[in-house]
Every structure is written in C-alpha cells, then in structure tokens.
C-alpha cells in the first residue's frame, strides 16, 4: 500500500479493538478518585512556555530537550504540555479554586508532549492520568494520595508493583545536601558522562537521576540526601513511612529518587514494575510545597501524582488473565436482521426501544441479502440475531436466536 502519511514518529493509534482497556483503565482511575473526594479538572492542551520553564524548571531534561516549543501566529511563545501538574496549578490560580474550601481535589487525564527517543514505554505523545491535592502540608496527605494509588492500581488488577519512597528535604536541607554532592560529584567528575558534568554545574541532584551506567556506578557511594534532612523534613518522612506501616503498605525507602521536576519538596515516590526483566515506573509524584506561591499564587502546600496510561496498558497486556478479567461487554447484544423495506422501517422502532433498554443494537444498512446479514452479524460476535419479515410484522412478533447456542425464542415487539 502507498500512503500519502505515516503518524509521526513516538505517537500511537488506539485501535478499536484495544479501546476497551483504555475506557475500562479510565473509568476505573476516575472512579476510585471520585471515592476520595477528587473531581475532575480539564485543562489546555497548551500553555505559554513560560509556565514550564518556572514550574518544571529551567535546567530540567524536559525544559532543556524535550518540550515541543512554538511561536504562534502572534509571536507568542507556547510549549505543548509535557506534564499536567503545571497547567493544573495554573488553572487552580486564575480560577480562585485555592481561595475556596481546602483541601481542593482535582484529577485528570490528558495527553503530554516530550520529544524523548522512542522506546518500550516511551513515546512523544503520552496520555497520563493525575491527581493534585492543594491546601495540605500534613503527611496524612501524602500518605493518602500514595494509598489511593495503590488502590487504583490494584482495582484495574495490578498487584505486582514495588513502591519506592524518599524525602528530598525542603529548600533549607537540600542546600546543604546539594553543597556535599557537589564536593563528592568533583573528585569523581572525570568519570561523569559528559551530560552530568553540565548537571553538576546547573543541577547536581538531576545526577542521581542519569541513567548511564558510569553515573550510576559513582552514584552508588554518594551521600544520600535522608542524612541531611532538616527536623521538620525528617519527622514528616518518618509520620509518613509510620502511616504506611500501620496500613501495611510495602515501600522501599530508596535515596536515589529525585524525579525528572525541579519542583518537588519533602516526599517523593515512584511505583516500578518489571516487566520482561526491566523497571518500568508506572506512576510518580510527591509533594511541591513551594510551586503554588512559585508561580504568583498563595503560599499553598500541594501532593500529586501522575501514572503513565500507555504504561498501564502495556502491564495490562502482559497479565496472563487479561482474556478472562473480562474487561470488554461492548460486543453487539441484538443483530436485527431485515428481509424488506418494510421490515426496515420496522426495525427502527424497534431498534430504538431496545437501546433505550440499554442494549447493543445493529440492524442492516447496506440492504444486504438474508445469507450476507448473517455472515456479518457472525462476524462482529453478534450475541444474538432477531429476523423481521412481513409474516413477523403480521404476526407481532419474531423469533430471537441466540447465537452461541443456537437457542430460540419468542420475542413480543
Ligand atoms: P521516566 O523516568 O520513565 O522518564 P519521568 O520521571 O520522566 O519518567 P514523570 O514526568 O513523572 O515521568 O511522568 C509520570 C509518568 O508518566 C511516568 O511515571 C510514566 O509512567 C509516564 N511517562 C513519562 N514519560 C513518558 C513517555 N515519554 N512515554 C510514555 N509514558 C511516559
Ligand atoms: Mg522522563
């Protein structure tokens, strides 16, 4: 076949017969939300570049490589989103959402732009489902929104994941830790790959964060930033891990996670899954106490998370049950098979007084012959076939088959 376009390379077609597991992954997500008291907020797809370079930061891989920047047809700058969270607290600020009750709950699903390389779990349009709570700075917040998580992915049947947790301090104890990582980064940079030693002059911490192996290898013997926190940092950590215990929810405390935004404060966490015999974080987030008033807003605390759903589906794909979770029921309940036109404008009324009753309902629309209406509502799984013709008219009514087993009965129009 010669087509005239390709999708464009790291984006992705949803096909119908893979649709359901994202309704069935969205609706799940939402609902367990709502259960928390979280509404759903729905936000621009972009925003003025600005917003990203103060919220994500400057120096992160994000703002430096990946966002898709534009200057639109009035020279104004724009960025497609590449996350959600700062076009949330943008939305949250101009609508006064944080002058009205605390905490506020907002959740949402939308797509994000990254010009990353593509690979397994990795592409340039992603979709990711989000929660931000504002207006908390207790760790009952974190440990809630963590709890909530672990919910919705057990709800859509993922059970296999390892929470990892750490506390990157607030601004007083990171500066002491940032201090002694710069000390150590030096006298190991030589064995830096080229990008960390930009980082250990622009943002040291994103370090810990490389993923080439040499970094890691120095990485291993670094201070960690837990022996830094300040009373405040470490007392909140410890409430948190103490809720986390008591509900026994399993996590790692592991000091390497920072998280690819410059914006967090206090508690960070990601949950990893292996899959294939590699770790794919499937959702991460914490806390960012200091973005709010960052970008104009009131002082206001806030914890927040993002799961990747492209993430999500490929775990789904890969659970050995997933054919009989039955997470689909969208298959054609009543193939209304028409032998005439008049059997035709029949079978509208009928067709819509089955719907209205909540059933799936075709009926012929290409005026096909009795043998090639039952070959297609073969085809598209009908469960069951109903045959209208004028002696079922004249009659009131025809004669419904079920089409696993064969089965006949009356049906009454
Ligand atoms: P990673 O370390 O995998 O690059 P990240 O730290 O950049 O992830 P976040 O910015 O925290 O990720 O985004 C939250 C979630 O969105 C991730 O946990 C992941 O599930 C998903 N995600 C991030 N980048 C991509 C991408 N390029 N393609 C698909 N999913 C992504
Ligand atoms: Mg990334």
Redo the contacts with the bound molecule.
């Keep these: 076949m010669n087509l005239l376009f390709k999708r464009p390379r790291g984006t992705q077609d949803v096909l119908p017969k893979d649709s359901y597991k994202w309704q069935f992954i969205e609706k799940k997500l939402l609902e367990t939300a709502t259960k928390y008291g979280f509404k759903e907020i729905r936000v621009p797809t972009f925003e003025h570049s600005d917003l990203f370079c103060r919220s994500v930061g400057d120096t992160s891989d994000i703002v430096e490589k990946e966002m898709y920047v534009f200057e639109d047809k009035s020279s104004r700058l724009i960025t497609l989103r590449p996350?959600g969270t700062a076009g949330v607290v943008r939305a949250a600020l101009e609508n006064n959402l944080l002058s009205e009750a605390l905490p506020a709950k907002l959740s949402y699903i939308l797509s994000c732009f990254?010009y990353?390389k593509p690979e397994s779990?990795?592409?340039?349009e992603?979709h990711?489902f989000g929660v931000e709570l504002f207006g908390s700075s207790s760790p009952q917040a974190d440990y809630e929104v963590i709890e909530m998580a672990v919910e919705m992915l057990n709800n859509i049947y993922i059970n296999n994941f390892i929470l990892n947790i750490n506390s990157i301090g607030c601004s007083n104890c990171r500066e002491k830790y940032k201090q002694a990582l710069i000390n150590y980064m030096t006298l190991n940079k030589n064995s830096l790959c080229e990008l960390c030693k930009d980082r250990l002059e622009k943002n040291p911490l994103r370090i810990l964060d490389c993923k080439e192996k040499s970094c890691q290898y120095i990485v291993k013997d670094a201070p960690v930033i837990l022996d830094f926190l300040c009373q405040d940092c470490k007392d909140h950590f410890e409430n948190l891990k103490q809720y986390l215990d008591k509900s026994r929810i399993n996590y790692i405390v592991n000091p390497k996670i920072v998280?690819?935004?410059d914006y967090y404060t206090k508690t960070v966490f990601?949950f990893v899954i292996n899959i294939n015999g590699s770790d794919l974080?499937?959702?991460?987030?914490g806390r960012y106490d200091n973005l709010v008033s960052d970008l104009g807003g009131p002082s206001t605390p806030a914890f927040g998370f993002?799961?990747?759903l492209?993430?999500l589906i490929l775990i789904l794909d890969n659970l050995d049950n997933l054919d009989n979770l039955k997470l689909k029921d969208n298959k054609c309940d009543i193939y209304i098979i028409t032998l005439d036109e008049k059997s035709r404008i029949f079978a509208i009324d009928i067709s819509k007084k089955l719907r209205s009753q909540g059933y799936i309902v075709e009926t012929d629309l290409l005026g096909r012959s009795l043998k090639a209406q039952m070959k297609y509502a073969n085809k598209i799984s009908a469960k069951n076939t109903l045959v209208i013709g004028e002696n079922e008219i004249l009659a009131g009514k025809a004669s419904l088959k079920n089409m696993e087993t064969s089965e006949v009965t009356e049906f009454i129009f």
């Design positions: 996350e990254r990353e779990g990795r592409l340039r992603f990711q998280r690819g935004l990601e974080t499937v959702c991460g987030g993002g799961m990747g492209e993430r």
